[in-house]
T-cell receptor, first 115, second 114 residues
């Protein structure tokens, strides 16, 4: 049973436009959500996070939105740049401190930025 | 670069053999984690250490798997009697505290069981 779902295996976006990556979860105990970015042959790199007490967190070109009632979060990247091409993983934790011991990952979305 | 270091980066082994992976975390990081990632999936939590104590183990970690962190610094993950289903990337990560946004992953160790 997949508790964190990223239903789009891949997404293609034109450079300069907005990229929107979606993530749904089923476990209502999840309290902290994170996005990781992964290039080939590298480990995942932390990108941005959000606590369940918030509905939005912004860091430069990256914004994460959380709709707790819908159990849905999204990552917005604007404007999209070629270097953003990577696999993006959504992850969730039942611990408000975001303890990595309890991270559950989605399957990832491969974002491709077209020039 | 003093990031998380894993070796070997790639390992091909015959079914039934034992393999061991090593992880050197970022210096002074007291938490160390092992995850496994198979093709088309996200990383799956295996186990973690707070210093030398192994505090949590996933049900994915069968009795053929054992992890140690004897001095609270580097860690080893051993898989005994490997099976083809063990073929995956084994990721190590470390952090200073329990907050997920300070976790740093290594580049992973690819295991292929033939």
């Amino acid at each position: 049973d997949q508790q964190v779902k990223q239903n789009s295996p891949s997404l293609s976006v034109q450079e300069g436009r907005i990229s929107i990556l979606n993530c749904d979860y089923t476990n209502s105990m999840f309290d902290y959500f994170l996005w990781y970015k992964k290039y080939p042959a590298e480990g995942p790199t932390f990108l941005i996070s959000i606590s369940s007490i918030k509905d939005k967190n912004e860091d430069g070109r990256f914004t994460v939105f959380l709709n707790k009632s819908a159990k849905h979060l999204s990552l917005h990247i604007v404007p999209s740049q070629p270097g953003d091409s990577a696999v993006y993983f959504c992850a969730a934790s039942p611990y408000s401190g975001g303890g990595a011991d309890g991270l559950t990952f989605g399957k990832g979305t491969h974002l491709i930025i077209q020039p | 670069d003093t990031g998380v270091s894993q070796n070997p980066r790639h390992k091909i082994t015959k079914r039934g053999q034992n393999v061991t992976f090593r992880c050197d975390p970022i210096s002074e990081h007291n938490r160390l984690y092992w995850y496994r990632q198979t093709l088309g999936q996200g990383p799956e939590f295996l186990t973690y250490f707070q210093n030398e104590a192994q505090l949590e183990k996933s049900r994915l970690l069968s009795d053929r798997f054992s992890a140690e962190r004897p001095k609270g610094s580097f860690s080893t993950l051993e898989i005994q009697r490997t099976e083809q289903g063990d073929s995956a990337m084994y990721l190590c990560a470390s952090s200073l505290d329990s907050s997920g946004n300070t976790i740093y992953f290594g580049e992973g160790s690819w295991l292929t069981v033939v």
